[in-house]
């Protein structure tokens, strides 16, 4: 059964203050490992895909990386406005549903 | 395009009572699925639709959950009768053969 695991449930930064949240996974065959972020009363946002070890995705103060167990999802100097749940999800070959994980709170204090 | 969208956003009912939520997916994908979001359990894969046809609903948790598609731009999710362990947000999203999800804004269901 695929699994995904993130870490820790939720993180308290200073603005400025860097930081990088953890996602494990096991999954028989990985298509595709992807981060979501989502705020409050809102559905989950599309941040980066990556789909092999190795590969690094960068987008404004973010940055994932992949290996072949887990994924990190490195925030550079963060601001309030990056307060939110950042979600990791994986996808097994084929055209199979996402399985998600539970999601780290990021709050971001000025 | 106006993304995935969902109603209602938000429902309040009581214990028994059959409750319909609604879902427009992106015009021009195919694949849409059903998910439901709680503190405890994150977000869990109820029901999935390829072409408008149902292909894996083993993650709908009781027969009182039912869903359709009878075309490409329309779905429901219908639970009856509703009960309290019910109450989660349910997302509606949508793709195009590819693993890129795009969820509508949920709909919070509270059952008294």
């Known amino acids: 059964e695929d699994q995904v695991t993130q870490s820790p449930e939720a993180l308290r930064l200073q603005e400025g203050e860097s930081s990088s949240l953890n996602c494990s996974y096991t999954?028989?065959?990985?298509?595709?490992l992807f981060w979501y972020r989502q705020d409050p009363g809102k559905g989950p946002e599309f941040l980066f895909t990556?789909?092999?070890a190795g590969e690094e995705k960068e987008k404004e103060r973010l940055k994932a990386t992949l290996t072949k167990k887990e994924s990190f999802l490195h925030i550079t100097a963060p601001k309030p406005e990056d307060s939110a749940t950042y979600l990791c999800?994986?996808?097994?070959?084929?055209?199979?549903?996402?399985?998600f994980g539970k999601g780290t709170r990021l709050s971001v204090i000025a | 395009d106006a993304g995935v969208i969902q109603s209602p956003r938000h429902e309040v009912t009581e214990m028994g009572q059959e409750v319909t939520l609604r879902c427009k997916p992106i015009?021009?994908?195919?694949?849409l699925f059903w998910y439901r979001q709680t503190m405890m359990r994150g977000l869990e894969l109820l029901i999935y639709?390829?072409?408008?046809?149902?292909?894996?609903d083993s993650g709908m948790p009781e027969d009182r959950f039912s869903a359709k598609m009878p075309n490409a731009s329309f779905s429901t999710l219908k639970i009856q009768p509703s009960e309290p362990r019910d109450s989660a947000v349910y997302f509606c999203?949508?793709?195009?053969?590819?693993?890129?999800?795009?969820f509508g804004e949920g709909s919070r269901l509270t059952v008294l």
């Open positions: 999800a994986v996808q097994a070959t084929g055209n199979t549903p996402l399985v």
């Open positions: 999954v028989s065959g990985l298509r595709g």
């Open positions: 990556l789909y092999s």
């Open positions: 015009s021009g994908h195919n694949s």
């Open positions: 639709f390829n072409n408008n046809v149902p292909i894996d």
């Open positions: 999203a949508s793709n195009l053969n590819t693993g890129e999800l795009f």
